[in-house]
């Protein structure tokens, strides 16, 4: 159980929203001084850096801005709780079966018409999602129905394909 102030506030929480911050800054292969520069002076460096080693506390609208600076969903910037990931917008968990996190680079190694097409709607999701990491790809449960209907398969059987193609990583 985590140790609360006298609020009732986890302490190192504060650290653990600066270490998703400065995460997701770094995915997207920022400096500070970049974000900095490129939102015209919005976030400044040494506030941002601040943010990320828990320093400073961060509120509710620069959190919000900050989201969609990066382009990503809000809850993204935060860390997840004792319980694991956070619910969906219906009240689940997510399920390691359902979605998956893909290799690309032994996606690159393959060849056919399959591993084409499946290429080009991984790059899509990597554009909408500013994901460009190149290494590696988090799926979720929705893209799983796309990817079950470009490996000719069904949705329930669309993971255990992706594994035996070898991209499903543990």
Known sequence: MAVMDDEGVNPG????????????????RLSLQEVESQSEQEFKASVLGAYERGER??????????????RVPVDQLLPYDEDGPPLDEEGRRGDPDIGA???LTRLEKLGGPEAETLT??????????????????????DDMRAIAAILGVTEESAAARLDDLGLKLA
């Open 120 to 141: 080009r709607y991984l790059k899509m999701i990597q554009v909408q999602r500013q994901d460009f990491n190149g290494r590696v790809l988090t799926i979720r449960r």
């Open 13 to 28: 929480y504060g650290r653990q929203v600066g270490e998703r911050l400065r995460l997701i800054r770094r995915q997207k």
């Open 101 to 103: 996190k893909l290799d």
């Open 57 to 70: 506390a961060i509120s509710v609208p620069r959190l919000q801005r900050l989201a969609q600076f990066y």
